[in-house]
């Protein structure tokens, strides 16, 4: 794989530089394919996405440093070309054209920035566990570092991981050094049928067994699970596995090998899944302690002419995380994700007013105000994004 | 720096309307002990020790302190490697080792909550009951309190597959200098808003006083092997790390000890270590009986072709446990070859341990003092341990230079001076080798965010950019040093 | 550790020890971590890390008060410290010379005094203190409650043996386990006489010394040191296989014989070879065939095991009584903490009731927890400390060999 190396980064601190002296804040932009999270807000936009190429890439230090702009479909390519992959899978999600045609254009920056991880996160981590190191332009138009390339650095905070998450604005991101996992050898999807609560349970009790899931989901009265593994752990895992349902959940049937495997978790990745294409309602996730018990009253299961209730919730991450088509209203949603120790953040099918996040405590807010003030004095880095205020 | 009469009365009288005068200690003679942490080299008095056992205690502690402008540095059990907990004269010591309970463990989600006192090695032996454990595993886990261990981002010998301290907490709550008591972080895998907690993590008391943890928790692998593997040069065995990563194998554990590590080490824990050889490697494996199975023939394997010349494999868990009493002890045990040591703890890239090793021996001629190396070979994390004798005119002077330029070095090769030990007061002056002005004060910026009067464990971790100039340290950025064709060391 | 000491100091036999041993102390704080002191009260003060520190500012001539002596009191000389201390610290040493020092330089109230005097005066002469406990145990419903917790029930001896076997050992009878718990000889007699072993009771042999050496007594306890190998030197020379003791305390003591006298001309010699003779009975017992011992059908079958902490910190002996009874078919009970102390500790319990009754009943809970037929230990300082709050009884181990 060859990416292309195409080092930008004097032209973007220059337009940061203008952007203080006039005053004008910045709309930080990688691939779009990420522009619906968070809140709208007018800037001049800055683009981050000629800014690509591999900076070091070594496979025996499991580290690799790369432009913020680079594709995640090229560098994962190349990753794989190593047998490697990024341990947070993150997903690509997909620009839609105006003329409605899709691309896939996310870039590292923008899956760093939000920080948002895929299937296997419940497994082998998320974003901000595999960041090592960044280089960001700061409030200042400086090129800064924090972190490095190798596996520990405590030498001062760790502005790294603060940066994942932070949406683009403390910084923006130039170039970023991952931790990098062995690619198994191979995978395998098991799937068996199951309702919710017997899916729940399941997954708990998988967690304290030593199987190598990489991926979970529950979706329309079916688990699905990827293992990954080579071929003779595999046949063995596909064994203890059903062995495991017989003793534990004898009322569920064993577990079948599922030959569609890699577009479905592709899908499920980049939510090209019907369950996120073919809605019009209100698409919430849900971030939950796993063990949480199923959350019926926010469904909006609506039977269908004698048909069986269209499947109005996905559940990944062994249960922790948990998506809801819902037109129940926000206030309600957050409530309840809350009551139950975690939160809720509205992804798709947004109103125009509608905020992503839930609000935070006000003394919270306040630190995250004074951190905001002094990370972006002049408050130029995608101002208002993430919340109305900060 | 001193307190003034006036201000050091109105706080004692604060302080003990808050905590009874057994936990409130004010004379020299019981302050003495609280003078430094694990590294002894430098010593400080406190105002006062303080050692409240509720957070409503700590805050009402911090808010007084913060009225009257008093540094405050809190302490976990003192076993910081790098002065993090060592006394400011015009200040308290905010001791949390009175908060040594496990408050709850929840074996559905598998994470426990903790006060911040109790000892890392605690957590582990409380969830064992129910097959799970604490996976971070500082080799002073026995000891060392969780609060610290969040304070410096602890590691361990098992933090290469199963990471620092960073990776395994979900939720913190914090006091902050104006006594408010925060939750970051939630039960769930992650959080709105900024990921304050990955920032106070390894923040060594300079943001917030940590108050409660819930930590994660894993199941026990159902089978473990370690490998020993004895080599007749350092310089192959480092080379044997990297070949086991190129194969794809991420061990639980895997570590490396040089000939006068060894020796020490075999004394006090008599792990039948073999006392020719040149370094040995311990490589932990663990997982399923058939993923561990597989694993077992490719490492040993690798090792063979790696130039090891013995391989010892423990099955039993007595056997392993010995195996790694010698090496969670190694350190202490040095104080049998010398009366002190000061312990560095610089990460490189792994592909130059060898380089390194190499060059590290070089300075220990120049400079004429010993050597020890013990490190987490895996993840490039060095613990040179060089031998002095405080009682020896000089001879600590001498330990600082030769292990500041170990730091140097690590950073030329494009690592970094603390992999995890923290900078507290002992490496501030190399962090002006590795950050720059604008990144030094970007620190500042996030610390004045937190703290603007600077009153919690001021002085360390982040050097002024006046110490960087008067010190005329270099900055090295990503592992190039300006004029490079200048020898240095 | 840097260490400032006065060349005076530095000159005698104590200072040049403390020296050498602060001297391997690196300040890691492994030690605070096993120290009940430490758990309990949280103040580096009372954890033998800062005891050492403590101990380093007493020996540089730095201001001291009664703060410190109250930090060293607190010691349990468990020892604990020291089976974590990988760095090798002997601590049981230093804290030694740490209280004699502490002791010339700080005065104590004058009930303090009189209560560690009356302890001296009376627990290390056997006679003095049998019939002080007989008294007691006469007029035990009229002494106030915390006291007459302490006074044990009068216990029986049993048969001697009378046969006389070509293989001699002796045993020190000490000063309070024949007034407490006379059986516990008694029983090892039978047991070793089935084994084929007689044992000798020399005359003149009393306490070992231990009272005096720990309250920082130590010219008593020298004395009776010297008159412990006075009286055993004549059957060594006749050559008596070992001397044996079945109180741990006085064990871990006795084996220290070789280290107190090491400079005096007259005895090192002899110290070094009582020392070398002298084993805690678990020693002896593992050592022999036990096939004699065979027995009749037991009833009980599940007991706690409490190691005494001068039998695995002081002695480091480990796993050997366990493995004894073991091999004899008693199901030991998992006891958490077993590592740490039951707060008897000598006369700890009397001088620091607080921490000691903290202690014992954290101690009594864990051992209990799995609901235990029976308690057995080691030393006899240990068993009548936990009898105290224990509701099933608690013995020592040889008594589960004698019948
Ligand atoms: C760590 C340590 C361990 C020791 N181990 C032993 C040992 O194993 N065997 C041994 O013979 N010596 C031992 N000694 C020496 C010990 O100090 C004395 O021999 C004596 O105190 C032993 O008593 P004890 O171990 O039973 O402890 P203690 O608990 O002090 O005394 C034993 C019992 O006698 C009671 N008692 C003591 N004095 C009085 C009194 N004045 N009035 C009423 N009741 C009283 C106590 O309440 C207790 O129930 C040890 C000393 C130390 C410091
Ligand atoms: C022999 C030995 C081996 C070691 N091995 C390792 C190792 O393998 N890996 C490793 O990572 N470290 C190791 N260490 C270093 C040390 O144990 C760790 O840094 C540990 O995390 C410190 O914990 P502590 O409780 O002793 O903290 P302390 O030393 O008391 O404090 C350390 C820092 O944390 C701050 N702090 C402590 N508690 C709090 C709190 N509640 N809130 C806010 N700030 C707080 C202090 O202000 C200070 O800056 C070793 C140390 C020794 C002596
Ligand atoms: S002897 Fe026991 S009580 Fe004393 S310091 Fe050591 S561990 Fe603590
Ligand atoms: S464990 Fe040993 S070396 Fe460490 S502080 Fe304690 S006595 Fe000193």
Known sequence: ??????????????????????????????????????????????????????ISYEPTELCITVRAGTKLSELEALLAENNQILPFEPPHYLFTDKDGTTHNTATIGGAIATGISGPRRAYTGSARDAILGVEIINGDGEIVSFGGQVMKNVAGYDLSRLMVRSQGTLGILLSVSIKLLPKPANDLTLSFDATQDQALAVFQALRVQQLPITASVWYNNTVSLRLSASELILKTSHTRLNTFLNDKFPALSSAKADNKSTSFWQEIRDHTHPFFTLTDKPVWRLSLPPATQSISQIDDAIAQKGDAPEPSQLIEWGGAQRWIHSRTPANIIHNLAQSHGGYASFFYNKGADDETFPALAPELFKIHQQLKRKMDPHGIFNPNKMYQGL | MHLDSNTQNTLLDQLSQIVSSEYLLTTTEALTPYECDGLSAYQRLPVAVVLPDNIEQVQKIVQACSNLKVPIVARGAGTGLSGGALPHEGGIILGLSRFNKILSI?????????????????????????????????????????????????????????????????????VTINGTLLTLGSETFDTPGYDLLALMTGSEGMLGIIVEIVVKLLPKPHAVKVLMASFDKVEEAGNAVADIIA???????LEMMDKPAIHAAEAFAKANYPLDAAAILLCELDGDEDQLEEQVIVVEKTLKKAKANNIVIATSAEEQAKLWAGRKSAFPAVGRLSPDYYCMDGTIPRKQIAHVLQKISEFSDHHGLLVANVFHAGDGNLHPLILYDANKEGELKTAERFGADILELCVEVGGTITGEHGVGHEKIDQMCVQFSPAELTQFFAVKSAFDPDSLLNPGKAIPTLHRCAELGAMHVHNGELPHPEIPRF | MKTEFSPTFLNTPDGKLANEILRTCVHCGFCNATCPTYQLLGDENDGPRGRIYLIKQVLEDKPVTQATRTHLDRCLTCRNCETTCPSGVEYGKLIDIGRKVVEEKTTRGFKEKMTRKALLSLLPYQKRFTSTIKLGQIFKPLLPKILSKKIPKNIKAGNYPSSTHSRQMIILEGCVQPALSPDINAATARVLDRLGISLIRP?????????????????????????????????????????????????????????????????????????????????????????????????????????????????????????????????????????????????????????????????????????????????????????????????????????
């Open chain 1, 1 to 54: 794989m060859k990416i292309k190396d195409n080092d930008i980064s004097t032209s973007l601190q220059q337009q940061v530089k203008s952007a203080i002296n006039d005053k004008k804040s910045l709309c930080i932009q990688g691939g779009k394919s990420k522009l619906f999270f968070g809140n709208r807000f007018d800037a001049e936009l800055l683009d981050l996405s000629q800014h690509t190429g591999i």
């Open chain 2, 106 to 174: 929840d074996t559905n989600n598998l994470t426990a909550v903790v006060q911040p006192g109790v000892r890392n090695l605690a957590i582990t032996e409380a969830a064992r009951p129910y097959g799970l454990y604490y996976a971070p595993d500082p080799s002073s886990q026995i000891a060392c309190s969780i609060g610290g261990n969040v304070a410096e981002n602890a590691g361990g010998v098992h933090c290469l597959k199963y990471g620092l301290t960073v990776q395994n907490i979900q939720q913190i709550k914090i």
């Open chain 2, 247 to 253: 194969e794809g194998i991420i061990p639980a554990g």
């Open chain 3, 203 to 403: 005359k003149n042999a009393g306490c070992c010394g231990a009272v005096n050496q720990h309250l920082s007594d130590e010219e008593k306890a020298l004395d009776f040191v010297k008159q412990n190998i006075d009286a055993w030197w004549e059957h060594i020379q006749n050559g008596a296989e070992a001397i044996i003791i079945t109180a741990s305390g006085c064990g871990a003591m006795v084996k220290d014989y070789a280290h107190l006298l090491r400079d005096d001309k007259d005895y090192a010699d002899k110290a070094k070879k009582v020392t070398e003779l002298c084993k805690d009975i678990s020693e002896v017992i593992s050592k022999e065939d036990l096939t004699p011992l065979q027995t009749q059908q037991r009833q009980t079958k599940n007991i706690s095991w409490h190691p005494p902490c001068t039998l695995q910190h002081g002695q480091k002996i480990n796993g050997v009584v366990e493995k004894i009874l073991t091999d004899k078919g008693y199901n030991l009970l998992p006891v958490n903490d077993s590592h740490l102390c039951c707060g008897s500790a000598g006369t700890y319990s009397i001088l620091q009731a607080e921490i000691s009754q903290q202690l014992q009943a954290n101690k009594i809970k864990h051992l209990t927890k799995h609901q235990p037929e029976m308690i057995v230990t080691g030393n006899i300082g240990c068993q009548t400390h936990l009898q105290e709050v224990s509701d099933v009884p608690v013995v020592h181990w040889i008594h589960l060999l004698d019948n």
